[in-house]
Structures are given as structure tokens and as C-alpha cells.
């Protein structure tokens, strides 16, 4: 009889242990500064590029402008990313089984983007290429939306503020750049620069997000 008491409370134990926000913080940090640093080797010129003046070393620079719009884009989505997992963070030194779990799949993916970013420079003229950013973007968004919810205190939990002001849009357009690739994948990308938008004083807040501005 006691056996089973101590068995349920080993499994109640480890139901709700807990781990420390400052080591779950630390590697997030680490894996979205490394692969932010990837990203820019996908803009380079080839190895055997042959150059002989200043006019084709400018024009090659300019064909680089794609490659240099997918790096671009790609940072400012892991620098909103980053940002949105420390805006509803709680101020205790640890954190829940749920919470590691969530971080540890959102950082997998965080290390997806520079391939999907890679595939998108190189073939962004092919539908497959384009549809398998926007599912990196697309469920990083969600799992951005989980860790925000989670992460706060239960009693004060809200699917509204955890999607916030700025990520609804940006799921839109990354389902349009999806949608977009299937058509005109030339122009998928460009389909981000939607959520300039939310950047906008006109640009509607939710309570929680008025708050922090």
C-alpha cells in the first residue's frame, strides 16, 4: 500500500517538475543567434565566378537581391519570433515540463529556417520551395502561440493575447505567400511584407499589447 503511495507521488512529482527558466532561456538565446548567423551564408557569390571589371562584379552583386530578400525577411521573422517569446514571460526562476517541451520543438524548427531560407534563395521560382518556408514559417507562428500561452500564469491565460496584435497577420501571409507559390511563386515572398503593416500606429492592439507599448 505504501509502494503505491509513493508511486503516485513520484508520478505527481514528475507530472509537475520543474526546470529552470534561466537554462531554457540560455539555449534559446544560443540557437536563435546561430541560426540568424546561418542565414547570411546563403548570399554569396559562386566560387568560380570569373571577373574582370568593376561593372560585372556590380551586376553580380545586384542578382544577389533575391537571395538578400529572403535573408532579410527571414531575420526580422526569427528577431519577431525571439521577441515574442519573451514578451509574456513570467519573472519565476523555473518553469514547467510543457513549457520545455514547446521551447524544445520551437527551436527545432528555428534551426529549419536556414534550410527552408536556403531552398527559397536557390529555387524560389518553384512552388516546393515556397510551400516549405511557409510551413516553417506557419508553425513557428503556432508554436510561438503555445509558449505564449503556456507561459503565463493559468489564471491569466488568453488564446487573444497570446496570438497578440502581430502574429494573426503574419500567419495570413504566410498562408498567401503559400497560396501565392502555387501561381506566382516569383511573387510569394513579397506576401511578408505584409506585416510592415502591423508595425503602423494605426495598426490595432490588443489591451495586453497597448499595455507593453
Avoid at 508511486?7 to 517538475?17: N, V
Amino acid at each position: 500500500m505504501s509502494q503505491n503511495a509513493e508511486s503516485r507521488h513520484a508520478g505527481r512529482a514528475e507530472h509537475h517538475a520543474r526546470f529552470p527558466k534561466s537554462r531554457v532561456d540560455a539555449l534559446t538565446d544560443g540557437v536563435f543567434a546561430f541560426a540568424m548567423t546561418l542565414l547570411v551564408l546563403d548570399i554569396r557569390l559562386p566560387d568560380d565566378l570569373k571577373i574582370d571589371d568593376a561593372a560585372a562584379l556590380t551586376a553580380h552583386l545586384l542578382s544577389l537581391g533575391h537571395e538578400t530578400l529572403t535573408y532579410l525577411i527571414s531575420f526580422l521573422v526569427l528577431g519577431a519570433f525571439w521577441r515574442g517569446t519573451i514578451e509574456t514571460r513570467r519573472s519565476e526562476e523555473q518553469v514547467g515540463h510543457n513549457v520545455v517541451g514547446v521551447s524544445l520543438w520551437l527551436l527545432f524548427l528555428v534551426t529549419v529556417v536556414p534550410f527552408s531560407s536556403g531552398l527559397v534563395s536557390r529555387y524560389g521560382a518553384f512552388s516546393p520551395a515556397i510551400l516549405v518556408y511557409a510551413a516553417n514559417m506557419g508553425a513557428l507562428a503556432l508554436l510561438v502561440v503555445a509558449l505564449r500561452y503556456l507561459d503565463v500564469a493559468p489564471e491569466r491565460r488568453s488564446l487573444v493575447a497570446a496570438f497578440g496584435d502581430r502574429l494573426p497577420l503574419f500567419l495570413a501571409s504566410a498562408l498567401l505567400s503559400a497560396l501565392l507559390g502555387l501561381v506566382a511563386p516569383h511573387a510569394a515572398m513579397y506576401a511578408y511584407l505584409l506585416n510592415i503593416l502591423s508595425r503602423l500606429p494605426f495598426w490595432p492592439k490588443t489591451p495586453a499589447e497597448a499595455d507593453r507599448s
